[in-house]
């Protein structure tokens, strides 16, 4: 079984892909939802980011995501601090999930930031989802009901598309001109293929 990473931009479709391939009955490992929980119910780690950032942190049980996002985005170094807590914790979480998965060719682990992480090298091949940054702004906007000057920041803290897409096995193109669906399908199709051999010179 090879393991794949699906990494994108903000705003770039990563999900969406993503959903391709459970329909396909791929399962998928979604990092960064997984961050989201394990920062609400491990206890050890929830602990540290209460050490880190106070109890303002957490509202109740909790996570006040709002106001971390605010910190972290005006000190680079708190959110390394945080990032170098989650990040450990949620790879050890993929281990388990992965271990558990039988009788599938590949899986998939969403990350928004695979590269920046680390975490593309316990992988065997890595997918770069692309769109053109005016779109992914305006989705994101969309999505999150946020300014233009609040997606700018949170793209900030992520590679740029260009050294994201040199360090990636294969490209997707998602940017409402290309149907990106079309594209999953021959990706899976490849993959597949590459599984097939893995299991042969196995």
Known sequence: MIKVGVTGGIGSGKSTVCKIFQVLGIPVFNADGEARRLMEE???LVGKIKVLFG???????????????AQVFKDKSLLNRLNAFVHPVVGKQFIRWAAAQKDVPYLVKEAAILFESGAE?????????????????K???????????QVRQRMQN????EKKEKCSDFVLVNDDKQMVLPQAIQLHNHL???AGANTTQE
């Open 55 to 69: 109890t303002d942190a957490y509202s109740g049980d909790k996570l006040n995501r709002q106001w971390i996002a």
């Open 42 to 44: 491990d206890k050890a």
């Open 121 to 137: 090298k316990g992988l065997d091949y890595v997918v770069f989802v692309k769109a053109p940054e005016k779109l992914r702004i």
């Open 192 to 194: 597949l293929a590459l």
């Open 139 to 149: 989705r994101i906007m969309q999505r999150d009901g946020v300014t233009e000057l």
């Open 158 to 161: 992520q590679w740029p598309d």
